[in-house]
């Protein structure tokens, strides 16, 4: 190989010379010390730069409450955040460690007093509900980092080349003030989980700005002459900040598509039980849990011209097998004759006429259909704990009501609940279904086998909750003593006496029961022996199939 091929192979690609020789260019067009001069000018705090974070976070938070878009860009127009982060960036680039601290004040300042003047508006304004505009803001995604990362370097060449920069600084602004107006919001509120999306949010904006400005600043030479051990530190600040960034943005992005898939199909499947109905959705909702087993809940209302039994049931198994998560559902369906529905104006208008009769009699039956609706709501306004699914078919006064296991809820409490809901709608059939859990124990004092009232009711209330799960035979199991008296186990001992009465007491309701009697060995702790003692006066029920 000559000398020559090797110092061709030796030499940089073109694209690279022409790159270098480009940035070389572009470096020499910039006055360095005026644009450091100008930023340290911007940057400091000032009572004009407290003013201007007041209004314009006033304005913002306004435009918040409001959902209006145009009054929030009207905020972002007269803010004057971008002064202290560009200052923050380029001190990051030329290491200027006063002005990094100068800048940091500025920002401190002005973030405290536009979270005052937003508390302040939100805790004395009549509206304080949550806005579309409020939302999108509590909740920030990797999007929202690249919505920063671009206007961070948009500011840095705008300071730069010192062109467009009040432009520019309202695409910052956009970035920030919003965020720190909703953080305001929620704190006002006590809304803590949108006040900390918010700030997040605010403070992943900040920093990528500053970092891209950062970034672009040394890209026009600005702190070259610093040693390779600083541009490595700086270096390692840029990417060590973006991927701690990265990976909650990337994660929430994530959640965010998996939600708006699940509307989607959700609203797609609502209607496959009414498959060959003519019926339409007309409200539609659903609410994912925020964190833990919860299931996600699925609300829809569904005008239909034939009622569905059973649409609630179908429409959760199946989307809980499509997303392989349980799914709670609620249709409420309401019966329309769309020939009917059409003509109602027209029937109130010739109700008086010479065929005023028929007419009458038509609008009364829509005015029944319209209290039946009324029921409906109610009767599921009046079960206070979580349903899984519900079955009220007005037409012949039934409900089913599937509730969905609920902490602290008993079996006897899901039976009183029944017993009131049928005292409440007396003119229907109401079923409730309890959850499928552990069957409490029936407990006995010291030497003692009567069944007294408590321990009757007892009885009866796992007789009905067999009788609810479609269980028709048990195990009536007896705890003793010892393995000796498990082995003797007969009708003459204690634990058989006491599963005796029990078992005669789900007999007359239809279970069929087994007796048996069953020796645990405790431990040596005391707590564990204390617990089998207190076993020994129990009497269990355990399903069978």
Not at 258 to 273: F, I
Not at 487 to 512: C, D, M, W, Y
Request: aromatic share 8%; hydrophobic share 50%; charged share 20%.
């Amino acid at each position: 190989m000559s000398s020559t091929e090797s110092t061709r192979r030796m030499r940089p690609p073109e694209w690279r010379r022409r790159l270098k020789v480009a940035r070389w260019r572009g470096i020499r067009q910039i006055r360095h010390n005026e644009v450091v001069e100008h930023v340290h000018e911007e940057g400091a705090l000032s009572g004009r730069y407290i003013f201007m974070n007041i209004m314009s976070c006033g304005i913002a938070i306004l435009g918040l409450l409001l959902s209006s878009p145009a009054v929030i860009i009207g905020a972002m127009l007269i803010s004057p955040l971008m002064g202290p982060i560009m200052l923050m960036g380029f001190s990051l680039a030329i290491l200027d460690l006063a002005a990094l601290r100068q800048a940091v004040i500025s920002l401190a300042a002005g973030t405290l007093v536009s979270l005052v003047t937003a508390f302040l508006i939100v805790f004395v304004s009549p509206l304080t509900e949550i806005t579309t505009e409020i939302l999108s803001r509590a909740r920030p995604n990797f999007f929202d980092l690249l919505v920063a990362v671009f206007s961070g370097l948009a500011g840095g060449y705008a300071v730069i080349h010192r062109k467009g920069e009040t432009i520019v600084g309202v695409a910052i602004a956009t970035a920030l003030m919003p965020p720190l107006a909703v953080t305001g919001y929620g704190l006002a509120t006590a809304q803590f989980q949108i006040a900390g999306g918010a700030f997040f949010l605010f403070m992943t904006n900040l920093l990528a700005i500053a970092l891209m400005v950062t970034v672009l600043s040394r890209f026009y030479g600005f702190g070259e002459r610093h040693s390779p051990r600083h541009a490595a530190w700086q270096n390692a600040l840029v990417i060590g900040v973006f991927v701690a960034l990265s990976i909650p943005l990337g994660l929430s992005l994530r959640d965010i598509a998996y939600e708006a898939r699940v509307r989607d199909v959700s609203r797609d499947m609502v209607l496959v039980p009414f498959n060959e109905a003519e019926a339409r959705v007309t409200d539609f909702d659903v609410t994912f849990p925020r964190a833990g087993p919860d299931r996600i809940k699925v609300r829809a209302t569904v005008l239909t011209p034939l009622r569905v039994p059973g649409a609630e049931a179908l429409l959760a198994s199946q989307l809980s097998e499509r997303f392989r998560r349980q799914v709670a559902v609620v249709v409420d369906q309401v019966i329309i004759d769309d020939d009917l529905s059409s003509e109602t104006a027209r029937l109130a208008a010739v109700a008086e006429s010479s065929f005023g009769a028929p007419m009458r009699a038509q609008t009364s039956r829509l005015e029944a259909l319209a209290a039946e609706r009324r029921t409906e709501r109610e009767m599921r306004a009046a079960f206070p704990y979580e349903l899984a699914a519900a079955d009220i078919d007005p037409t012949a006064r039934q409900a089913v009501f599937s509730a969905a296991p609920t902490a602290g809820v008993s079996l006897p409490a899901f039976r009183r609940l029944e017993e009131g809901l049928s005292r409440n709608f007396p003119d229907w059939g109401i079923r409730v279904d309890p959850p499928k859990t552990d069957l409490p124990a029936v407990e006995f004092a010291v030497e003692t086998e009567s069944m007294d009232a408590v321990r009757l009711q007892l009885a009866s209330d796992l007789a009905w909750g067999l009788q609810r799960w479609g269980i028709t035979e048990v195990e009536v199991v007896a705890f003793l003593p010892s393995a000796a008296a498990a082995q003797k186990f007969n009708p003459q001992s204690l634990g058989h006496r006491r599963a005796s009465a029990v078992a005669a007491e789900l007999t007359k309701a239809g279970i069929a029961t087994r007796i048996v009697g069953e020796y645990r060995a405790a431990a040596s702790k005391p707590a564990d022996r204390a617990a089998a003692v207190l076993r020994e006066n129990q009497i269990l029920i355990r399903p069978l199939g």
